[in-house]
């Protein structure tokens, strides 16, 4: 079975520009997170997405928004990047209780 | 609000030794799920276990064991014997049960072992 998967591996962004984060979930999951590992700042919830809606998010600004589409997969953008954005960002899917991770996008703003 | 601890930012072994991973939590929550989950260098976190509040009985898998103390808020794992592919980053997270499914883990800042030969 597949596991989580994430698209692109890096990313390389200037500040101002948008980006773009893509995750795949395992097949049968309906729930996908996001979360930011950011250098000395830890992992921090983003966003949770079920049955094509938002559910919650974390304490994170409005630029970052995301969605869900109808076969689960998930899209995260961030606009207007600045350069604290620079960070690891892992998706999971969750199935029933234990999220399982991707292997995260590593995203750079120069 | 949930919050976890794991004192120990850095562990260093040699291998064979035995090492244990110190996890403290604290919750609002009567029940709720524990997990610990291993960053290798590679990104990306893999799942360990899963522990339900209500469930106090010590695990063990391998060499991986766990011990789950309610009463100090604690959640220690320990390494028996440990290898040079289990250097990565360990992370202790709570979560709310499934009554409020789909709330996110919130993580500790995560325990770097290294382990050499």
């Known amino acids: 079975e597949a596991g989580v998967t994430q698209s692109p591996t890096h990313l390389i962004k200037t500040r101002g520009q948008q980006a773009t984060l893509r995750c795949s979930p395992i097949?049968?999951?309906?729930?996908v997170y996001w979360y930011q590992q950011a250098l000395g700042l830890g992992l921090q919830f983003l966003l949770w997405?079920?049955?094509?809606?938002?559910?919650n998010r974390g304490n994170f600004p409005p630029r970052f928004s995301g969605r869900q589409f109808p076969n689960y997969s998930s899209e995260l953008n961030v606009n207007a990047l600045e350069l604290e954005d620079s960070a690891l960002y892992l998706c999971?899917?969750?199935?029933?209780?234990?999220?399982?991770f991707g292997p995260g996008t590593r995203l750079t703003v120069l | 609000a949930q919050k976890v601890t794991q004192a120990q930012t850095e562990i260093s072994v040699v291998e064979k030794e035995d090492v244990t991973l110190d996890c403290v939590y604290e919750?609002?929550?009567?029940?709720?799920?524990l997990f610990w989950y291993k960053q290798p260098p590679s990104g990306e976190l893999v799942f360990l276990i899963r522990?339900?509040?209500?469930?106090?009985q010590n695990e063990i898998s391998g060499r991986y064991s766990w011990n789950f103390q309610k009463s100090t808020s604690s959640f220690n794992f320990t390494i028996t014997a440990s290898q040079v592919v289990d250097s990565a980053v360990y992370f202790c997270?709570?979560?709310?049960?499934?009554?409020?499914?789909?709330?996110?883990?919130?993580f500790g800042k995560g325990t770097t072992l290294s382990v050499s030969s």
């Open positions: 999971a899917s969750r199935f029933p209780n234990e999220q399982f």
């Open positions: 997270a709570p979560n709310q049960t499934s009554n409020q499914a789909g709330t996110a883990l919130i």
């Open positions: 522990r339900n509040s209500f469930d106090e």
């Open positions: 919750t609002r929550d009567t029940t709720y799920y």
């Open positions: 997405y079920d049955e094509g809606e938002e559910r």
């Open positions: 097949s049968g999951h309906t729930s």
